[in-house]
Nanobody, 126 residues
Framework: QVRLVESGGGLVQAGDSLRLSCAAPGHPFSTLTMGWFRQAPGKEREFVAA???????YYADAGEGRFTISRDNAKSTAYLQMNSLKPADTAVYYC????????????????????WGQGTQVTVSS
């Protein structure tokens, strides 16, 4: 089982930036597809972005052009850089990992990922 440790959430104002980090210590990180999802109060958990084990990124429409997902295999860490944040981005953000190459075909599906972080709160005030 992959253990994921998230960090970087916080309270910011609209227009500000945040960078979330997700570390996966003790696992062959380069083999993992990493994803970010978010869940706002009263809503379903939704896909934000994913980065394939080979490095190709995918984005949901909500973050396209504002969010950038990246990975540093040497540090076993994935990142989500979020710019021009909006109050609608307020949510708990979850990091996810796919160990079985399911997300290669379906990067936006929750069921493609078999390991999840504890979540980190992002709050954007207007």
């Amino acid at each position: 089982q992959v253990r994921l440790v998230e960090s970087g959430g916080g309270l910011v104002q609209a227009g500000d930036s945040l960078r979330l980090s997700c570390a996966a210590p003790g696992h062959p990180f380069s083999t993992l597809t990493m994803g970010w999802f978010r869940q706002a109060p009263g809503k379903e958990r939704e896909f934000v972005a994913a980065i394939m084990w080979a490095g190709k990124p995918y984005y949901a429409d909500a973050g396209e052009g504002r969010f950038t997902i990246s990975r540093d295999n040497a540090k076993s860490t994935a990142y989500l850089q979020m710019n021009s944040l909006k109050p609608a981005d307020t949510a708990v953000y979850y990091c996810a990992a796919d160990t079985a190459y399911r997300a290669t075909s379906y990067p936006g599906l929750r069921s493609s990922y078999d390991a999840w972080g504890q979540g980190t709160q992002v709050t954007v005030s207007s």
